[in-house]
C-alpha cells in the first residue's frame, strides 16, 4: 500500500511525502541493510534526501498510441555532421586510450567512440537528474518496472559506498544511467573499468574509465575480435522476411537456412556467419534488411533495439572512414 493511498493514472502521487517514511521503502531500506551489511539508519537518511519526481514517471511512460516506427527518422538523429565531426575530435584526443582499449578488450575503436557519441554526444548530454530521486520514483512510485528499478537503487547504495561517495551526489538520466557511458548502477559495479590507473572509476569528467569500461563491457557479453557485425541483406521475392525476422535478435539462422530461404549478402555471397535477419522499417519507403552477425548482437545488450544497433554500427563506419582520411592527410604533411 501506497502512504498516500491517492492515485493519478494508476501511479502514486507523492509529492509532499518522505520516501524514508514510507513503509514499503522501509521493508526495502530492512532488506539491503540485512543482505549488504548496511546500517539501516544510514541508507535512512541516504532515502530521506531523495525527491519524488514526476517528471521521470513521464518521461518513461510509454506513449498511450505508440508512433509509427521510422528507421530513417531514427538514423538521422545520429548520423548528422554534428555527431560525426565531433566523434572524429573525440578520437583524435584519446587515439592512444582507444587504441589501448581495443588491443586489451578486442573492441574496434569505432564502435567504442560510437556508443559513447549515440549515449551522450561524447559527454554532451549526460543528463541533469538526481540518480538517487529518479531510482526511488521509478522504485516506488512505477510499479511496471519496480523490480528493476529497486535493484539500480540497491545498487546505487553499494557503489556510493564502494566509492566513499553520497548517493545523492550522483546525476545522470531520468532512467538512472551514469555519465559517458550512461551505465546504471549495476553495470558500473560489473563491467566499470580504472582505465587511466588513478585508483577510481569516473565517468563524469574524464572520458578515459568510459572507453576502457564500454570496451570492457562489449567483451563480457561476448564481442568476437575481428569478426563482422553486420551487412546489407538481399532477399529474393519468394522470401518469408516476417517469419525470418521472427526468429529473433539473437543469431540462430544458419548461412545454408539463410540461402535455401532466398538471403545472401547484397552481392550475392552466402551470410558469413550464422545471423538474425533484421528489418529496418521506414513508413512509405522499402523496408532495409540486413544480416546481423554475433558483433551486432552483443551491440543489443547494451540497448534492446535493432534500430539502436544499426545506429551505432553505421555511425562507427563513418568515424572510421573519417579517421582513414585523418590518417592520410597526416601521411602527406
Not at 546525476?171 to 558500473?188: D, K, M, R, T
Not at 525476422?245 to 545472401?264: C, D, F
Request: net charge negative; proline share 5%; no cysteine.
Amino acid at each position: 500500500m501506497f502512504a498516500t493511498g491517492l492515485l493519478l493514472s494508476g501511479l502514486p502521487t507523492l509529492a509532499n511525502a518522505s520516501y524514508a517514511e514510507r513503509e514499503d521503502a522501509r521493508s526495502f531500506i530492512a532488506e539491503v541493510a540485512a543482505r549488504h551489511a548496511f546500517d539501516p539508519a544510514e541508507l535512512d537518511r541516504a532515502l530521506a534526501q531523495a525527491r519524488h519526481e514526476p517528471t521521470v514517471i513521464r518521461l518513461i511512460t510509454p506513449p498511450t498510441r505508440k508512433g509509427v516506427r521510422s528507421w530513417q527518422n531514427y538514423r538521422a538523429r545520429f548520423l548528422d555532421h554534428t555527431r560525426i565531426e565531433a566523434g572524429r575530435q573525440f578520437w583524435r584526443t584519446h587515439a592512444g586510450e582507444l587504441e589501448r582499449a581495443s588491443a586489451q578488450f578486442g573492441v574496434p575503436a569505432e564502435i567504442i567512440v560510437a556508443i559513447i557519441g549515440v549515449e551522450t554526444l561524447y559527454g554532451r548530454n549526460t543528463g541533469n537528474f538526481e540518480t538517487l530521486s529518479a531510482l526511488a520514483t521509478l522504485a516506488f512510485d512505477y510499479p511496471p518496472r519496480a523490480e528493476l528499478f529497486r535493484r539500480e537503487l540497491e545498487a546505487l547504495f553499494l557503489l556510493a559506498r564502494e566509492q566513499g561517495r553520497d548517493p545523492a551526489s550522483y546525476s545522470g538520466s531520468f532512467a538512472g544511467a551514469l555519465g559517458y557511458p550512461q551505465f546504471l548502477p549495476s553495470s558500473v559495479r560489473a563491467y566499470a573499468v580504472d582505465f587511466d590507473g588513478n585508483g577510481r572509476i569516473d565517468f563524469d569528467s574524464d572520458p578515459i574509465d568510459a572507453i576502457g569500461s564500454v570496451a570492457n563491457y562489449l567483451r563480457v557479453h561476448g564481442w568476437q575480435t575481428d569478426k563482422p557485425v553486420a551487412e546489407r541483406a538481399r532477399l529474393s521475392p519468394q522470401t518469408d522476411a516476417a517469419t525470418l525476422v521472427a526468429a529473433g535478435i539473437e543469431p540462430s539462422l544458419e548461412p545454408g537456412v539463410l540461402e535455401r530461404n532466398g538471403v545472401t549478402a547484397l552481392d550475392g555471397r552466402t551470410a558469413a556467419a550464422t545471423a538474425t535477419l533484421v528489418d529496418l522499417e521506414t513508413p512509405g519507403a522499402d523496408t532495409e534488411y540486413w544480416l546481423g552477425y554475433r558483433n551486432f548482437y552483443v551491440i543489443t545488450r547494451y540497448n534492446r533495439s535493432s534500430f539502436y544497433a544499426m545506429s551505432v554500427f553505421e555511425l562507427a563506419e563513418a568515424l572510421r572512414l573519417g579517421r582513414l582520411v585523418d590518417e592520410m592527410r597526416a601521411a602527406r604533411r
